[in-house]
């Protein structure tokens, strides 16, 4: 299917606050499979003089910033900030990009968190936010995707006897699949064929 990254956002509102900065998180964009970014969205107040020095998606487990995969793109109130450190005093919206193959074959296959590192006039703290995984008040809902195209091939083996009708025995069956996607509705045109272990019969169907 193509466009097949999935938004998330937290069924209710959860706010993480530090010593330093008050976190809530807004959305989680990420794809299963495939090479597509994980991305997080999230609010932040910050005292004054915060600034972040580094942001990681990492496992629970670990230490607080000690491991985990760091962004490759930063976004605060929607523009892009090229280096860190990034100002955090005051209200923003941050948008955290890490590398999507990185984080699904690491730092998510487990209960993972967004660890922020920071530093202020009193030295440099960490403050971890649970992205749920763990955490039996954190839950999400799948947001309906935006508009567009889906398309999916699919093929079946039979490479025993599956039919109790005597000459009939399907050997293989293929398929393809176009059409659209319309918020949660789905529509498509589908081609499926195949044939039996004999050779004499032939399906095509027209969905």
Known sequence: MFGCVHSYRPTTERVVTGANVRVSLDRATFQA????????ELRVAGLP?????????????????????????????????LLPPIELAGAHRLRLVFNGR??????????????LELTSAAGV????????????DVAW??????PGLLASLG????????????????????NVREGAVLGKNRVWLEVQGGTDRSGDYTLVLLG
């Open 33 to 40: 499979l495939g090479g597509a970014n994980t991305e997080l």
């Open 125 to 136: 703290s960490c403050q971890r936010v649970p992205l749920g995984a763990d955490k039996r």
């Open 49 to 81: 003089g915060v600034v972040l020095k580094n942001a990681t998606l990492a496992s629970s487990d670990d230490e607080p910033c000690e491991n985990g995969v760091p962004f490759i793109d930063v976004y605060r109130d929607g523009a892009v900030v």
């Open 155 to 174: 093929a079946r083996a039979f490479p025993f006897r599956t039919s109790s009708v005597r000459g009939f025995e399907p050997l293989w069956t293929a």
């Open 102 to 115: 990185d984080t699904t074959d690491g730092a998510l296959k487990k209960a993972s968190s967004l660890d």
């Open 141 to 146: 809902r799948l947001e309906a995707p935006d």
